[in-house]
């Protein structure tokens, strides 16, 4: 019965100097009052029961280490478990940077198969223009004095118009017929229409729609030179086909 007496004593005194120190002090964060109360009351009750007052005494700074102790666990916990979610937020950003990288690398992707079909598209049209080029030079129709019989040389020569006609269906041909400046303007104006007429029936049986052949007649009007001799009405009396893109007829005209 003593030894409880002297151990609630000791209690009483040991809770007024813990109440003491903690208004010295302002120590007035919750969890370290708690700690020290759990681990000091703890202590001297260890103490009391198995030392008596001395027991209590020292059981008293025992029990304050031990609630310490208690405490760290519960604040490392705690922060164990802000570092697991912290974790999982960097794997989730990391995991939404990952998309946006194959996202980023498909539009890359795209980017560059566009800028090749460009590439590509411009270049078809280059070759086609310079076979366009290509074809209208030289492309006359040339016929012997007087006439409009298309010669053999210059049938083949039409066909080859014929074929990339048909492979070219936006295509259209500006014909234009003359003749030398032998003769009257009269039948040389019927010359040049006569052999513009032949050409264009020539075209339409290989297969050209006649709404795509476009043409005029100048007769003598209009020499490529303006010296006259043999030679050069030789390259009078022709017809002159030029391959036209869309939208080109009217410049032409």
Same mark, same amino acid.
């Given at each position: 019965?003593?030894?409880?007496?002297?151990?609630?004593?000791?209690?009483?005194?040991?809770? *007024?100097?813990?109440?003491?120190?903690?208004?010295?002090?302002?120590?007035?964060?919750?969890?370290?009052?708690?700690?020290?109360?759990?681990?000091?009351?703890?202590?001297?009750?260890?103490?009391?029961?198995?030392?008596?007052?001395?027991?209590?005494? *020292?059981?008293?700074?025992?029990?304050?280490?031990?609630?310490?102790?208690v405490g760290d666990e519960a604040e490392l916990s705690v922060q164990k478990q802000q570092l697991v979610q912290q974790e999982q937020k960097l794997t989730q950003t990391n995991e939404q940077l990952m998309a946006l990288s194959t996202k980023q690398q498909s539009l890359e992707q795209v980017s560059e198969?566009?800028?090749?079909?460009?590439?590509?598209?411009?270049?078809?049209?280059?070759?086609?223009?310079?076979?366009?080029?290509?074809?209208?030079?030289?492309?006359?129709?040339?016929?012997?004095?007087?006439?409009?019989?298309?010669?053999?040389?210059?049938?083949?020569?039409?066909?080859?118009?014929?074929?990339?006609?048909?492979?070219?269906?936006?295509?259209?041909?500006?014909?234009?017929?003359y003749a030398d400046r032998r003769g009257d303007n009269d039948f040389n104006q019927a010359l040049s229409e006569q052999r513009l007429a032949e050409v264009t029936q020539y075209l339409v049986i290989q297969g050209i729609a006649r709404e795509r052949l476009h043409g005029q007649a100048y007769g003598s009007t209009l020499p490529m030179h303006q010296e006259q001799n043999f030679e050069n009405d030789f390259?009078?009396?022709?017809?002159?086909?030029?391959?036209?893109?869309?939208?080109a007829e009217l410049a032409a005209n």
């Open positions: 019965m003593k030894k409880q007496l002297i151990a609630a004593t000791i209690i009483s005194t040991m809770m *007024i100097i813990n109440v003491s120190w903690a208004n010295d002090n302002d120590i007035t964060e919750e969890r370290e009052h708690t700690e020290e109360l759990v681990g000091l009351s703890s202590g001297i009750l260890l103490g009391a029961v198995i030392g008596g007052p001395v027991g209590a005494i *020292i059981g008293a700074f025992t029990g304050t280490f031990i609630g310490k102790s198969k566009y800028y090749q079909l460009q590439s590509n598209l411009a270049e078809q049209k280059a070759n086609q223009q310079q076979t366009l080029n290509e074809l209208t030079i030289g492309m006359n129709v040339q016929f012997k004095t007087g006439s409009s019989h298309i010669e053999p040389l210059f049938e083949q020569q039409l066909d080859n118009v014929a074929y990339m006609m048909s492979l070219s269906p936006e295509l259209t041909i500006d014909l234009t017929g390259f009078d009396r022709r017809v002159t086909l030029k391959l036209l893109a869309p939208g």
